[in-house]
């Protein structure tokens, strides 16, 4: 569902920056660096929680520690005749060790895989069983080769 920031204050955009930079940031530094009152910072975030605005906080994992220290992502058509399924296909992909992530997409290809592997054998296993499936139509696979992460709000 689209959010907008609509009811969201400048205080509310901080918190949620500061949370974004790092989940585990205690209410007292993000009070210190909104300049509101630890009682204040605390509130704020359990609304913003009982908003949707915050739906949870996640660990930033070195993937290599463990085991997983190649991160690819997969491009997949879906044959015409299974564009109505490809939720649940999402779905069942999504559950797939290694699997960090499914997105659906608008343009030549219907979703995107971030996997996280153990080596490119572990990679190609993953692929070509993705590809036997009879409702891909095909595959497009690039290997990242850094990761760099943005600021997602000014």
């Known amino acids: 569902m689209w959010m907008s920031t609509e ?4 205080i509310d955009l901080q918190i949620v920056k500061s949370l974004l ?14 300049g509101i009152s630890e ?3 605390h509130n704020r975030i359990n609304r913003l929680i009982d908003k949707g605005v915050i ?25 015409q005749n299974a564009r109505n399924r490809m939720l649940h296909s999402a779905k ?5 060790p290694g699997v960090e992530e499914v997105l659906f ?11 996280a592997c153990e080596d490119s054998n ?16 095909s595959t497009e696979t690039s290997v ?10 000014d």
Do not use: W
């Open 7 to 10: 009811g969201l204050d400048d």
């Open 21 to 34: 930079r790092d989940g585990r940031m205690r209410s007292r530094a993000i009070a210190s660096e909104c």
């Open 39 to 41: 009682s204040t910072a």
């Open 55 to 79: 739906k949870g906080f996640r660990a930033d994992v070195d993937l290599a520690v463990l085991g997983r220290p190649m991160l690819a992502n997969i491009l997949i058509r879906f044959t």
């Open 92 to 96: 069942i992909i999504a559950k797939q």
């Open 105 to 115: 997409l608008a343009g030549s290809y219907d979703l995107s895989v971030k996997l």
């Open 122 to 137: 572990a990679l190609r296993d993953f692929v070509v069983r993705l590809s036997a499936h009879p409702e891909i139509a």
């Open 144 to 153: 990242v080769m850094e990761r760099i992460v943005g600021e997602i709000v």
